[in-house]
């Protein structure tokens, strides 16, 4: 899976740098190193619903923060992966 954080100006000022960190750990935690690509990107076009990342498969996760990226990782994410395993 293949997740592009914006770093557009927007995203930027609300804090995508620190989403990326916490991506970055989030993934490593669970030991996804090698199915998760994390890029970064320029404006994905959601720049009202706060940091956005879109996946390879269409989805977009809004309104991260190093806070709940954990959390949406889990249950937008975690379950996709699986079922491309399964």
């Known amino acids: 899976m293949k997740i592009s954080v914006c770093v557009g100006s927007s995203c930027h000022l609300k804090g995508s740098y620190d989403v990326i960190e916490a991506l970055k750990e ?9 199915k998760v690509e994390l890029k970064a990107s320029f404006c994905l ?37 699986e079922k491309e395993e399964g």
Do not use: M, Q, W
């Open 26 to 34: 989030t993934v490593e935690k669970y030991g996804l190193s090698d």
């Open 45 to 81: 076009g959601h720049c009202a619903d706060g940091v956005t990342a879109g996946t390879d498969g269409g989805i977009f996760l809004h309104r991260l923060n190093k806070d709940n990226v954990e959390e949406i990782f889990v249950r937008e994410c975690l379950p996709l992966i």
